[in-house]
């Protein structure tokens, strides 16, 4: 599998060490954060996806653990916003330039603002798409922030 892609491109022209991570993408399931959580052996706390969404109109785009569900009311606090949707899969793949199931934070086709969730950010390295189904990213969360040029806020909804 070619591991260059935009994502691996901003991530190297941004000078951050990353250890690449693949696996067999299933087109089809359900949780794919989960799925490419288990099939790489990583805790699925640490794996993250990448959500595109709609703060008034607006896009941005949410990081959050695999294992987590969005809270659209914390996404437009985050944002400055006061309702947040999800981003139709079409529109999404228009704006970031990748495929859903391997939309990454990193070289986005069209910048958008950008939040992770912080609770997410307390582990030693984290692990996001690479770009492309079945590649993931292993980071520093200091090293992701910087090179997304993301916050920190919170995300989720309370489990």
Known sequence: ????????????????????????????????????????????????KTLMVEVDGRPACAVIPSDASLSMKKVAAAFGGKSAVMMVPAKAERLTGFH?????????KRASPLAFEAGALDCARIILNGGKRGLMVELSPDDALAAARAEARPLIADQ
């Open 1 to 48: 599998m070619g591991h260059a892609t935009p994502a691996t491109r901003a991530l190297d022209r941004a000078g951050v060490a990353y250890q690449l991570h693949e696996y067999a993408y299933e087109a089809g399931q359900e949780k794919i954060g989960l799925h490419a959580a288990e099939a790489i052996g990583a805790d699925p706390a640490r794996v993250l």
């Open 100 to 108: 859903t199931g391997g939309i990454s934070p990193f070289g986005q």
